[in-house]
C-alpha cells in the first residue's frame, strides 16, 4: 500500500532525471524499483532506503518524505487513526481487509501493480508424489475459515494453486523484475 502524511508538510527532493519528482521511504526495494524504472508516467523517483518500517513511517509522518511503500498490517493503524492518507492498494484489485482503499491503477496510474507473495519451496529433486501430497495439504489447509481469518487478521489475500502455476508466477516474476532493475539502471555496490 502506498500511503501519504496526512498532514505534515513535505520536503521535496531533486534526483536524476526526475528534478521535479518526490523522494520516497521504503524498506524494500521492491516498490522503489518500480518507480524509478517507471518514472515518467508515475512521478516517482528518488527511493530512500531506510531500515525499518517504523522508521520510514515516522520519516512520513515527520514530513522528512511524502510517501512511503508498506504493507497493509504494518500502516493501517496510522491510517485508522488519521495520521497517514492511504493513497492506493499496490496489486490488481482492493484488498478485503479495506475495500475502501483503491488500487493505484484505479486511481490514475495504469499498468501500476506491485505485488509480493509467500510461497512454499522444495529442493529441486523433491519427488513429484511429495511435491503434490504437499500442494494438496496447503490447498486443505487454505479452505479452513481459521487459516482464512488468521491470515485475513495479517491483511493478506491467499491464493491457492498448483505447483505448476507457482512456478508459473516465480517465472513470470523473475522476467519482469529483472527488466525492471534493467531499465532502473540499479546496480549491486
Not at 479495506?98 to 509467500?118: D, K
Request: glycine share 8%; net charge neutral.
Amino acid at each position: 500500500m502506498a500511503a501519504a502524511s496526512a498532514g505534515a508538510p513535505s520536503r521535496r527532493c531533486h534526483a536524476g532525471s526526475c528534478a521535479s519528482a518526490f523522494c520516497m521511504a521504503e524498506a524494500s526495494a521492491r516498490s522503489g524499483l518500480f518507480c524509478d524504472a517507471n518514472c515518467s508516467s508515475h512521478a516517482l523517483r528518488a527511493p530512500t532506503s531506510i531500515a525499518s518500517m517504523a522508521a520510514v513511517t515516522t520519516a512520513v509522518l515527520s514530513g522528512e518524505v511524502p510517501i512511503m511503500f508498506s504493507n497493509l498490517i504494518s500502516t493501517m493503524p496510522q491510517v485508522q487513526a488519521g495520521r497517514l492518507r492511504a493513497l492506493g492498494i499496490t496489486g490488481p484489485a482492493r484488498l478485503p481487509a479495506a475495500p475502501e482503499i483503491p488500487t493505484i491503477a484505479e486511481s490514475g496510474l495504469p499498468g501500476y501493480e506491485v505485488t509480493g507473495w509467500y510461497g512454499i519451496m522444495a529442493p529441486a529433486n523433491t519427488p513429484a508424489d511429495i511435491v503434490n501430497r504437499l500442494g494438496a495439504a496447503i490447498a486443505k489447509s487454505l479452505q479452513s475459515p481459521e487459516v482464512l481469518r488468521r491470515f485475513a487478521g495479517e491483511g493478506i489475500d491467499p491464493v491457492g494453486s498448483t505447483p505448476e502455476a507457482f512456478g508459473k508466477l516465480v517465472h513470470a516474476d523473475l522476467v519482469k523484475w529483472a527488466e525492471v532493475v534493467r531499465i532502473s539502471g540499479a546496480r549491486v555496490d
